[in-house]
Each structure stands twice: as C-alpha cells, then as structure tokens.
C-alpha cells in the first residue's frame, strides 16, 4: 500500500500589484464622494449655490471654494496614480 499523504491544491502565488491598483481605485472614488459631499452639503443643503436664497458673496465663496478645492482633488488624485510603488513579486 501506498501511504496517503494529503494533496494540497497548489495555487498560483496571488500578484499584490493587483491589490494596490484596486486600492488606488478605491481611494481614488472614496475622495471624490467626500469631496461631492462637503460639496452638496455647502451648495445646496446650507443654500450657498443657489441664486434665489443666496448673496453674491456667499456664491462667490462658494464657487471659489469648489473650484480650488476641485483643483486640490485632481492634484492628489494625478499623484497618487503616477506614483509606482515597489512591489514584491511572489513569483520567485
């Protein structure tokens, strides 16, 4: 008789570039939806972006907030993905 050892399914080593890529994308649409709230929140719940409940400086404000802000958004964004992170590969 043969002894029976227990055959264990050998898998492929998983590529944890994929990991950070999924990551980056997940950040990447978590800011945008923080960024859309605080947005909306100023904009249309407390009336700031609205012509007819809202002063010309308060718009002002409001506009210059959203696109400097829009401007910060893209900057982290555009270097957080041409950042190349070193990964290990598993391969080896």
Same mark, same amino acid.
């Given at each position: 008789?043969?002894?029976?050892?227990?055959?264990?399914?050998?898998?492929?080593?998983?590529?944890?570039?994929?990991?950070?890529?999924?990551?980056?994308?997940?950040?990447?649409?978590?800011?945008? %939806? &923080?960024?859309?709230?605080?947005?909306?929140? #100023? +904009?249309? =719940? @407390?009336?700031?972006? !609205?012509?007819?409940?809202?002063?010309?400086?308060?718009?002002? %404000? &409001?506009?210059?907030?959203?696109?400097?802000? #829009? +401007?910060? =958004? @893209?900057?982290?964004? !555009?270097?957080?993905?041409?950042?190349?992170?070193?990964?290990?590969?598993?391969?080896?």
């Amino acid at each position: 008789m043969e002894s029976q050892e227990p055959q264990y399914d050998k898998k492929e080593p998983f590529d944890m570039r994929i990991v950070f890529y999924f990551a980056r994308i997940v950040r990447t649409v978590f800011l945008f %939806f &923080f960024w859309m709230m605080i947005n909306v929140f #100023l +904009g249309l =719940y @407390l009336g700031f972006a !609205i012509p007819g409940e809202s002063t010309p400086g308060r718009m002002i %404000f &409001f506009y210059s907030w959203a696109i400097l802000s #829009l +401007g910060g =958004y @893209l900057w982290i964004v !555009i270097r957080m993905w041409r950042k190349s992170e070193k990964v290990q590969d598993n391969y080896k």
